[in-house]
């Protein structure tokens, strides 16, 4: 999914943050990768694809800085990082983590669900994930087949 340009930059500015062109860099090598990496993974490949050379301790600051915005997800069980997959509101993010292919789902319904609040007192805290682990639909057919 091609990235809100618009968006991203409204939220970016009304966060008073600003975006470095190492920022955009590493966020659109992750957004092309489509698929939770981890922080080294992400820094080999976008070493592979730029001029400069960036260290793990950069990666996991422009991930940190990514992952404020709530633009970039970190799986926590899995230590990987995944471009978000919904419009970037501040809403709590629901993951479904296929622990088979690894594949990440974002559910946008229960997403939007939550957005409500959670009780008349509590509010939460932006840019949440909730991961539920499970299996794909692809990966329990698989499973399925190989019955005899
Ligand atoms: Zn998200
Ligand atoms: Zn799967």
Redesign the pocket.
């Known amino acids: 999914m091609a990235i809100d340009k618009v968006k991203l930059a409204e939220k970016i500015s009304s966060a008073g943050k600003t975006v470095t062109p190492q920022r955009i860099t590493i966020f659109r090598a992750l957004e092309l990768v489509g698929e939770p990496i981890t922080a080294y993974e992400l820094r080999d490949l976008t070493n592979s694809r730029s001029d400069e050379s960036f260290n793990i301790s950069t990666i996991y600051r422009v991930l940190d800085f990514w992952v404020e915005l ?2 970039i ?1 970190k799986i926590e069980s899995a230590n990987k990082f995944v471009v ?5 509101r501040d ?1 709590i ?3 479904q983590h296929c622990t088979s292919c690894q594949k990440i789902e ?1 559910h946008r319904e229960i ?1 939007r669900l939550l957005k409500m609040p959670l009780s008349s007192t509590f509010k939460a805290h932006k ?1 949440q ?1 909730i991961e539920i682990q499970g299996q794909c639909g692809n990966c329990q057919d698989l499973i399925t087949n190989l019955k005899p």
């Not at 978000?84 to 970037?88: F, I, S, V």
């Open positions: 709530g633009l997800h978000c997959k919904d419009e970037y809403h993010h629901v993951l974002e997403s840019n994930v």
